[in-house]
Nanobody, 116 residues
Framework: QVQLVESGGGAVQPGGSMRLSCAAS????????MSWYRQAPGKARELLATISNTGSNTDYADSVKGRFTISRDNAKQTLYLEMNSLKPEDTAVYYC?????????WGQGTQVTVSS
């Protein structure tokens, strides 16, 4: 069965950096585009970035463009989100997402807290 497991979250000061990982299993990872989302308390889940199955194409929300980088290692079946210049408003639970036909799969999320 499909499993997505995020890791790498934690606490960081404003201006800091962090890299999130999403380990994927149970499907042919290299065949599917993948996405990162986040959800802050009291807010809707927000799409941050998407990457094509080969990694050759990426797209970002305006809120993170130029600060966050999505990437993937198909050999390791892992999705990454490199986050730089972090701001307090980046505080949220971060999720990776797979859309497979009509099915949608989410990881359990990893908490990122940006605070001084």
């Amino acid at each position: 069965q499909v499993q997505l497991v995020e890791s790498g979250g934690g606490a960081v000061q404003p201006g800091g950096s962090m890299r999130l990982s999403c380990a994927a299993s149970g499907f042919f990872f290299s065949r599917y585009a993948m996405s990162w989302y986040r959800q802050a308390p009291g807010k809707a889940r927000e799409l941050l970035a998407t990457i094509s199955n080969t990694g050759s194409n990426t797209d970002y929300a305006d809120s993170v463009k130029g600060r966050f980088t999505i990437s993937r290692d198909n050999a390791k079946q892992t999705l990454y989100l490199e986050m730089n210049s972090l701001k307090p408003e980046d505080t949220a639970v971060y999720y990776c997402k797979l859309t497979q036909g009509f099915s949608v799969y989410w990881g359990q999320g990893t908490q990122v807290t940006v605070s001084s």
